[in-house]
């Protein structure tokens, strides 16, 4: 039988850009070091993300040693983007929560804005251990999150996307199968386990670092999103409710909350502890 490993790592220096994907990461309380430490925010200070602007699937950020970014874009220049001062904050709605942030550069901004064609700023997280609390509902006291849209991590399954792919192949959308693996944006992608098999786990360590397993990944329309051309299609969620559905969710994924620090590697074993 074939033991579960650590098939790829995917960190999303900017949220909802382009991810990046990498041999090794630094698992912090937050997330991965470099993931979701940068977002964009509207003239209104909420969030924006491909929900709103599909086409930011198509602009990319390339994490610097200190925390700043590289920004590209087809036919574009790139833009170095580095960490702002932290003196002033801006207090930003993500969601359903409030957290303060720090503004880029203004060249970050007109970068964007000339992109996009719409009014953003982009903001960098200083204090990702205080800014933001996971819901606590599934956290400990002090537990925090980045930029991400609820989770320190999210890990998804291949066979699990294999599982999928062929239930779209066999609906009323099946010219828009399969589906890669960036549809979800996970940030650790495992192989070598049964369809499904996430679902079940509790507690599970990747290399020497141990995760709790919080709650499976309620899916938007983000993942309908082609991450190569920006087009929306109809999968996958009308697969995913129709096979997928817990109450009003569409799942996809589990989301992991840390239980310590390390580092995971490519190829490093899954071990099932709960």
């Given at each position: ?5 650590l ?5 999303h220096?900017?949220k ?47 994490p610097?040693?200190?925390g ?37 550069a ?41 930029f ?7 890990l ?7 599982a ?23 940030n ?15 507690r599970?360590a ?44 569409l ?10 620090t ?13």
């Amino acid at each position: 039988m074939v033991s579960p490993v650590l098939r790829a790592i995917r960190i999303h220096p900017v949220k909802s850009l382009t991810a990046c994907t990498t041999d090794e990461a630094v698992v912090e309380p937050w997330g991965l070091d470099g993931d979701r430490r940068w977002m964009l925010i509207d003239s209104e200070d909420r969030v924006v993300t491909q929900r709103q602007l599909p086409r930011l699937a198509q602009l990319s950020a390339a994490p610097l040693p200190g925390g700043g970014v590289v920004l590209s874009a087809p036919g574009s220049a790139p833009l170095t983007v580095d960490v702002p001062d932290p003196a002033f904050t801006v207090l930003a709605e993500l969601f359903r929560s409030k957290v303060e942030v720090v503004e880029a550069a203004r060249a970050a901004h007109a970068w964007f804005g000339a992109r996009l064609g719409a009014e953003v700023r982009l903001v960098h997280l200083d204090e990702p251990s205080h800014r933001r609390p996971i819901d606590p509902a599934y956290a400990r006291p002090g537990e925090t999150v980045s930029f991400a849209d609820g989770f320190p991590l999210l890990l998804t399954a291949r066979a699990s996307l294999d599982a999928l792919n062929s239930l779209v192949e066999q609906g009323d959308h099946a010219d828009e199968g399969p589906l890669p693996m960036n549809r979800f944006r996970p940030n650790v992608v495992v192989d070598g386990t049964a369809p499904w098999a996430e679902d079940g786990w509790r507690r599970i360590a990747i290399g020497e670092v141990a995760f709790r397993v919080a709650k499976p990944c309620g899916r938007c329309v983000v993942t309908t999103t082609d991450q190569s051309t920006a087009e929306r299609g109809k999968e996958p969620l009308r697969t995913l409710a129709r096979h997928r559905r817990t109450g009003t969710g569409l799942h996809f994924g589990q989301n992991l909350i840390p239980d310590g620090t390390g580092v995971i590697r490519v190829g490093d074993p899954v071990r099932v502890l709960e």
